[in-house]
């Protein structure tokens, strides 16, 4: 069993800047990957970055490509999703999940793919 643990989400104006953290625990085993996801109301929950745990390779959606980087610190099991630039689009409720399907380049797009999921934490962008 993988337990994961999310913080740092709030509140913040446009333009602004806030960092997410995600804590796994448990017997996570050594290749798999990260992600971060998102949901707002009324939407499917949809990917926002990855990243594999033993190579670091990242991949980000479209939408967030230059505003949004991911990061680990292997010591702490611990992954950051750094968020910049931030648009009232991005309000949402965010996710870190943890799966093993395409795991050494940063997993997959698909939700469906992750194994475990933390609560959640949420990001609203005021305009």
């Known amino acids: 069993q993988v337990y994961l643990v999310e913080s740092g989400g709030g509140l913040v104006q446009a333009g602004g800047s806030l960092r997410l953290s995600c804590t796994a625990s448990?017997?996570?085993?050594?290749?798999?990957?990260m992600g971060w996801f998102r949901q707002s109301p009324g939407k499917e929950r949809e990917f926002v970055s990855g990243?594999?745990?033993?190579?670091?390779?990242?991949n980000y959606a479209d939408s967030v490509k230059g505003r949004f980087t991911m990061s680990r610190d292997n010591a702490k099991t611990t992954v950051y999703l750094q968020m910049n630039s931030l648009k009232s689009e991005d309000t949402a409720d965010y996710y870190c999940?943890?799966?093993?399907?395409?795991?050494?380049?940063?997993?997959?797009?698909?939700?469906?793919?992750?194994?475990?999921w933390g609560q959640g934490t949420q990001v609203t962008v005021s305009s």
């Open positions: 999940a943890l799966g093993y399907v395409l795991a050494r380049v940063g997993g997959s797009t698909s939700p469906s793919q992750y194994r475990y």
């Open positions: 990243i594999s745990w033993s190579s670091g390779s990242t």
């Open positions: 448990g017997r996570t085993f050594n290749n798999y990957a």
